[in-house]
């Protein structure tokens, strides 16, 4: 894919310092990545958004994009089975590396807003891989408008993606959310002032997503393209609290937002590889197993 503009982001967000000091992580392939603190929620603290209802972000709150919205697939097929192959990738935003390995979409609508005016412009395209440090993923995002003003635990509210996480699905499967279920922020940035990011999310023993505590590290690099935006990720395991090996099979929701109002924070579209997809059951997201 031809790049009109050769632009390149790379950010590391690292909620707290580990006891050396030390900020981040080198990735293979990687020059070492400058550290920034992670974005700060833009609404006051004091603010609470309804459930259902994409408007603000809540401090310690997980973005109301996730919160379930009515499917827009009459017939659901079968939440997706995903398989990562093991493989550690140039984290350089440019996900040409990738070819050969499988290819998965994100196609089935499971949020709309009441700013959705029925378009449907966006088709993610996206990899994934591990090693025994992070858990890769790589997108190609086809999308006509590209819209992105937030940042912290609100860039929902612009064009970003989501991954929801069950760390423990063997253990604990059931419809509600508990703390080995995980929710990951990606953000392009706005390929200008504003930088990628990431944001990690951690659910709680009574059913909440909250901000994660405790610190992480997500590495996330960008690019524009003519027709969208590609994003590479690389997940540490120790963010996620667990130990990878072959064979494992963890719950997972590839979920791409989309806003199509430049200059205006609005979460307009969610689609999902998951097609049944709802925010606080664990049961209707898909599968990976690391191969």
Do not use: C
């Amino acid at each position: 894919m031809v790049l009109t503009v050769a632009v390149l982001a790379l950010a590391v967000f690292a909620s707290q310092q580990g006891a050396d000091g030390s900020s981040g992580m080198l990735l293979p392939g990687t020059d070492p990545a400058a550290t920034a603190a992670p974005g700060q929620a833009t609404t006051d603290p004091g603010q609470t958004a309804a459930p259902g209802e994409a408007t603000s972000a809540v401090p310690g709150l997980a973005a109301t994009a996730t919160l379930p919205g009515d499917a827009a697939t009459p017939t659901l097929p079968p939440a997706s089975e995903v398989v990562a192959t093991r493989f550690a990738p140039i984290l350089d935003g440019d996900p040409a590396d990738w070819v050969g390995l499988p290819v998965y979409t994100s196609p089935h609508i499971v949020f709309t807003g009441d700013d959705w005016d029925g378009s449907d412009d966006l088709a993610p395209t996206w990899w994934v891989g591990w090693d025994n440090v992070y858990l890769y993923f790589a997108f190609n995002v086809v999308d006509d408008i590209h819209s992105q003003s937030q940042s912290g635990n609100s860039t929902f509210r612009g064009d970003s993606l989501e991954l929801q996480i069950d760390t423990d699905r063997p253990g604990d499967f059931g419809p509600t959310l508990s703390a080995d279920d995980f929710q990951v922020s990606l953000s392009p940035g706005d390929f200008g002032a504003l930088p990628p990011s990431a944001w990690l999310f951690q659910g709680t023993p009574g059913g909440d997503m909250l901000d994660a505590p405790g610190g992480y590290t997500i590495v996330v690099a960008a690019r524009p393209t003519a027709d969208g935006y590609t994003l590479e990720a690389a997940i540490p395991w120790v963010d996620l609290r667990l130990t990878p090996t072959s064979g494992l099979v963890i719950g997972l929701a590839v979920n791409a937002n989309d806003n199509d109002q430049p200059g205006t924070a609005a979460q307009e579209v969610m689609k999902s590889n998951a097609p049944g997809r709802r925010f606080g059951d664990p049961t209707t997201w898909g599968t990976l197993t690391l191969q």
